[in-house]
């Protein structure tokens, strides 16, 4: 890609974000800035984050994109391109992306993945990770926060006015590496 961007990837947990941004990530030579990671390493010196976390609950806008925001920064001045995984999750962090300098330069895109929550839980509950809240209780409430705070922002207004497609994330990982790659050159093409 010739200029810096800023691919979001959006989906629900378990739907192959992590996969499919590394994988884009080397294809475009971007940064990967996992949310998630992010938050977590923070954790490690703040309990209270820490205990929200594995409860599953969500973190303000304000933390996240304070969070994200140096990361960026710096990206932004070396003119590379991100790949955001985890981010946004709800409308409002839509909102403060399309107004930072990757949505006011018009270099904002969103890929979405699309998985059903049966498709969700059955990953979940076989993956390996050992995440606290890969759990039969913990995979719904996420499935729950999922619909009630990110969910929206794929309705919302807003995204359509940035490049945005709307992925199946069930398909094998391949076939969306491909799917991601194609949607990324038509983009720059402006096909």
Not at 25 to 31: P, T
Not at 141 to 166: G, I, K, M
Request: aromatic fraction near 4%; charge should be negative.
């Amino acid at each position: 890609m010739p200029t810096a961007q800023l691919i979001a990837l959006v989906g629900p947990p378990c739907s192959g974000k992590g996969t499919l941004a590394r994988r884009v990530k080397d294809h475009i030579g971007a940064v990967h800035l996992e949310t998630g990671a992010l938050l977590r390493e923070e954790a490690e010196n703040d309990p209270d984050l820490a205990r929200r976390l594995e409860a599953g609950e969500m973190v303000s806008d304000e933390h996240t994109t304070g969070l994200l925001e140096k990361r960026l920064q710096q990206s932004w001045a070396a003119g590379q391109s991100v790949v955001l995984d985890g981010t946004p999750r709800r409308v409002s962090q839509l909102h403060l992306l399309l107004d930072g300098p990757y949505g006011q330069a018009g270099r904002l895109r969103v890929l979405a993945l699309d998985v059903p929550p049966e498709v969700v839980k059955a990953r979940a509950l076989s993956r390996g990770e050992g995440r606290a809240d890969d759990t039969e209780e913990g995979i719904e409430h996420r499935l729950e926060v999922y619909r009630q705070e990110t969910q929206p922002l794929l309705t919302d207004p807003a995204l359509h006015q940035v490049p945005f497609s709307l992925l199946s994330g069930v398909l094998p990982p391949e076939e969306i590496y491909s799917l991601a790659v194609q949607t990324l050159k038509a983009w720059e093409t402006g096909t």
